[in-house]
């Protein structure tokens, strides 16, 4: 398996809802990341994990909560969201090994939409 | 900071043509350049490595420290190149923040 996959594809919820969105990857890779992407922007990083640990946050508000539970598996949990943070949500993995030249592989992402 | 320009937000060719895709980066240190690309209704996927030095579907890239440039380019466009292109830096000494420009829509009509 060479694909990083989401769940679910759409999402809506209200603001005072808790939901969880989901990421896989069976590559073997040992780095994954979260990344938001508005219409018509580029992707913005949100957090990486590197061996199931997190090393990198870029300042992201609380109510966006990332959990990494094995290599394999991404998680972003979402509580008490605003409608400003519905967007494109994006997973993406690599090796880990070749550092900044690490390649990343995204999945088709989870569209987001708080009501 | 580091950041990424990527000037052109549309570019429109006729199959045939070259296209020439603008980036600029400002970074301190040594970083890596890639170019990503997504078609559509695809996700998005790496294009090429500046370090790879290689040529993918025909694009090529050339890493100009000195213009501080990492513009994509390919001698004959055709219409599968049709696809949002986005210039991306890795800092050398920061890996996973990867910092993508803010894209440039490319079409080509036949």
């Known amino acids: 398996d060479t694909e990083v996959t989401q769940t679910p594809k759409h999402l809506v919820m209200g603001m005072t809802n808790k939901k969880s969105l989901k990421c896989e990857q069976h590559?073997?890779?040992?780095?994954m990341y979260w990344y938001k992407q508005k219409a018509k922007k580029p992707p913005e990083l949100m957090f990486v994990?590197?061996?199931?640990?997190?090393?990198i946050n870029e300042s992201v508000p609380s109510r966006f909560s990332p959990e990494c539970p094995n290599s394999s598996l991404l998680n972003l949990h979402l509580h008490a969201l605003q409608p400003e943070d519905s967007a494109l949500y994006l997973c993406?993995?690599?090796?880990?090994?070749?550092?900044?030249?690490?390649?990343?592989?995204f999945g088709p992402g989870t569209r987001l939409t708080v009501l | 900071a580091q950041r990424v320009t990527q000037p052109e937000k549309l570019l429109s060719v006729f199959k045939g043509a070259p296209v020439e895709l603008k980036c600029n980066y400002s970074?301190?240190?040594?970083?890596?350049l890639f170019w990503y690309v997504q078609y559509s209704r695809q996700r998005l996927q790496l294009l090429l490595r500046h370090i790879s030095r290689e040529s993918i579907k025909g694009f090529t890239a050339d890493l100009n420290k000195g213009e501080t440039s990492f513009h994509l380019k390919k001698p004959f466009a055709q219409e599968e190149d049709s696809a949002m292109y986005y210039c991306?830096?890795?800092?050398?000494?920061?890996?996973?923040?990867?910092?993508f420009g803010a894209g440039t829509q490319v079409v080509v009509t036949p």
């Open positions: 993406a993995s690599s090796s880990g090994l070749a550092g900044a030249l690490d390649t990343q592989y």
């Open positions: 970074y301190s240190g040594s970083p890596e």
């Open positions: 994990y590197s061996y199931e640990k997190l090393s």
């Open positions: 590559m073997g890779h040992r780095a």
């Open positions: 991306a830096l890795s800092p050398g000494d920061s890996w996973g923040k990867l910092q």
